[in-house]
């Protein structure tokens, strides 16, 4: 313990406004938090902010014995505290992986539904593509649009650790 520096306070705070100063175990929720780290301080020595997240003193304990709370579930908690911080809707959380499972190709997404993406492509994650209108039915072109995870969608999913997921 002795030599080790405090998480400075921007990622302390990044880590709970993250799970909203509570607890990030979702059934537990508890206000009382400490900041615990996923990979353990011993063998990381650095205070990143994905490797970060809020645990009630309880939770803390229980994921510091073994087996009890692992880092696996941890990573997982945290990834569904991102994506809800972030705003993602569950379809975009779900297109992104998608996408991510086939990234050279270019998929195919209906024109009209472009909004139900927009945080994706707001944020960069994704690309998308917008075709010229071929034949037009009822104000709509048939024709589709295309999507395709970005560099930075691919880095958002690695940051988020899915590697160990
Ligand atoms: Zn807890």
Redesign the pocket.
């Given at each position: 313990m002795t030599n080790r520096p405090l998480i400075p306070t921007n990622i302390k705070r990044k880590v709970l406004v993250e799970a909203g100063h509570r607890?990030a175990?979702p059934t537990?929720r508890?206000i009382d938090v400490d900041v615990h780290h996923i990979i353990p301080w011993e063998t990381c020595k650095k205070h990143e902010y994905e490797n970060l997240i809020a645990?009630?003193p309880?939770?803390h304990r229980r994921a510091h014995k073994k087996n009890e709370i692992d880092r696996k579930s941890l990573r997982l908690y945290k990834a569904n505290l991102r994506f809800t911080h972030d705003r993602f809707s569950q379809l975009e959380v779900d297109v992104l992986f998608e996408l991510d499972k086939q990234p050279q190709a270019n998929i195919m997404w209906a024109p009209f539904n472009q909004l139900l993406l927009k945080r994706l492509i707001d944020s960069g994650l994704i690309q998308y593509t917008v075709t010229p209108a071929g034949v037009v039915v009822g104000g709509m072109k048939s024709n589709p649009d295309y999507i395709q995870i970005s560099q930075a969608g691919v880095e958002y999913l690695n940051s988020l650790g899915d590697v160990e997921l």
């Open positions: 607890c175990i537990c508890h645990l009630c309880n939770c």
